[in-house]
């Protein structure tokens, strides 16, 4: 019978693999597990600033939220994107999957269909996260008919330093060996209104089939999109490379695609799972990416190997 396995992104990933690892002991199935770690970061308040309720707003102060979920024995899978006032959108991605003939929901209908699936609404704001976003952002409080702010000249310039990694993602093992992912987020802080990343995007911020592996991304989502990284990851799994080899190959193409566009390349990290149980993670340069990986009851973080432009 095959070990129960999690792993997740960023140290906040800690209290996700062990939310999930607990799950997997209970005997739950693979996503159930993924959707329990998730759930777990969304909740706490504490360790994160871009995942659930609490986390720093767009542009115009107002917080939205993205989530998928994939399920690797039968491919199944659900997502949502840009939905304001619903504290668990990995729950209800869930939700789309299970109810639904889709895999995305989107904005307001999303929310729609959450109110119709019970799902409370709830004020997301902390007082910590408004303030934030006041003092650090004093363009955003403009006077009426006052230009806006001009947009992101592009992704690749988009800061993200440590406080503000976004995404949590969560993959597991389950002791039948099935796999399922879980990825939860409310984007990038300050984002232009409307903007969704790779987050809720089934192939690029999450993939899961039980006969090639699971992945999951992290970071400047519009990078991972350009590449459909995780489903490539997962791609060349397929093919036959270590879990490990295949991060590193999804962080070199990304560094690839910044260099044609001749832009600096953007931080963003993989992590994989694969059938066997074997792990790996690799990312952009000046990333630190650190992810939790949970198994025989225990969970620890692991630094992952940077890959260095040009390499």
């Given at each position: 019978?095959?070990?129960?396995?999690?792993?997740?992104?960023?140290?906040?990933?800690?209290?996700?693999?062990?939310?999930?690892?607990?799950?997997?002991?209970?005997?739950?199935?693979?996503?159930?597990?993924?959707?329990?770690?998730?759930?777990?970061?969304?909740?706490?308040?504490?360790?994160?600033?871009?995942?659930?309720?609490?986390?720093?707003?767009?542009?115009?102060?107002?917080?939205?939220?993205?989530?998928?979920?994939?399920?690797?024995?039968?491919?199944?899978?659900?997502?949502?994107?840009?939905?304001?006032?619903?504290?668990?959108?990995?729950?209800?991605?869930?939700?789309?999957?299970?109810?639904?003939?889709?895999?995305?929901?989107?904005?307001?209908?999303?929310?729609?269909f959450a109110l119709?699936?019970?799902?409370?609404?709830?004020?997301?704001?902390?007082?910590?996260?408004?303030?934030?976003?006041?003092?650090?952002?004093?363009?955003?409080?403009?006077?009426?008919?006052?230009?806006?702010?001009?947009?992101?000249?592009?992704a690749s310039e988009?800061?993200?330093?440590?406080?503000?990694?976004?995404?949590?993602?969560?993959?597991?093992?389950?002791?039948?060996?099935?796999?399922?992912?879980?990825?939860?987020?409310?984007?990038?802080?300050?984002?232009?209104?409307?903007?969704?990343?790779d987050s809720p995007?089934?192939?690029?911020?999450?993939?899961?089939?039980?006969?090639?592996?699971?992945?999951?991304?992290?970071?400047?989502?519009?990078?991972?999109?350009?590449?459909?990284?995780?489903?490539?990851?997962?791609?060349?799994?397929?093919?036959?490379?270590?879990?490990?080899?295949?991060?590193?190959?999804?962080?070199?193409?990304?560094?690839?695609?910044?260099?044609?566009?001749?832009?600096?390349?953007?931080?963003?990290?993989?992590?994989?799972?694969?059938?066997?149980?074997?792990?790996?993670?690799?990312?952009?340069?000046?990333?630190?990416?650190?992810?939790?990986?949970?198994?025989?009851?225990?969970?620890?973080?692991?630094?992952?190997?940077?890959?260095?432009?040009?390499?």
């Amino acid at each position: 019978m095959p070990d129960p396995i999690v792993i997740a992104t960023w140290p906040f990933g800690k209290v996700a693999a062990e939310a999930a690892l607990k799950s997997l002991a209970n005997g739950d199935p693979a996503l159930d597990a993924a959707i329990a770690g998730a759930q777990a970061v969304e909740d706490d308040y504490s360790c994160r600033t871009s995942v659930g309720f609490g986390s720093l707003p767009d542009r115009l102060g107002r917080l939205t939220l993205d989530a998928c979920v994939m399920d690797g024995k039968t491919l199944s899978c659900g997502a949502v994107a840009g939905v304001e006032h619903i504290k668990h959108p990995a729950a209800l991605a869930r939700r789309v999957m299970d109810r639904t003939p889709h895999v995305l929901l989107v904005g307001e209908a999303a929310k729609w269909f959450a109110l119709q699936q019970g799902f409370p609404l709830e004020v997301p704001y902390t007082t910590d996260a408004i303030k934030e976003w006041l003092e650090k952002h004093p363009d955003l409080r403009q006077k009426p008919g006052a230009n806006p702010p001009a947009p992101c000249d592009g992704a690749s310039e988009i800061n993200i330093d440590a406080d503000h990694h976004d995404t949590v993602t969560v993959l597991t093992r389950d002791a039948k060996g099935s796999l399922g992912g879980a990825c939860t987020t409310s984007g990038l802080a300050y984002k232009l209104p409307g903007r969704v990343g790779d987050s809720p995007i089934i192939g690029a911020g999450l993939y899961a089939d039980d006969l090639a592996g699971a992945a999951g991304g992290t970071g400047v989502g519009e990078e991972i999109i350009r590449i459909a990284g995780s489903s490539y990851v997962v791609e060349l799994m397929r093919g036959g490379r270590s879990p490990q080899e295949a991060c590193v190959r999804a962080c070199e193409r990304v560094n690839a695609s910044a260099g044609r566009r001749g832009v600096h390349p953007a931080r963003v990290a993989f992590l994989a799972l694969d059938p066997k149980g074997n792990v790996g993670a690799a990312c952009t340069a000046k990333t630190n990416f650190q992810y939790a990986v949970g198994r025989g009851g225990k969970v620890e973080l692991v630094q992952a190997k940077e890959i260095a432009a040009g390499m």
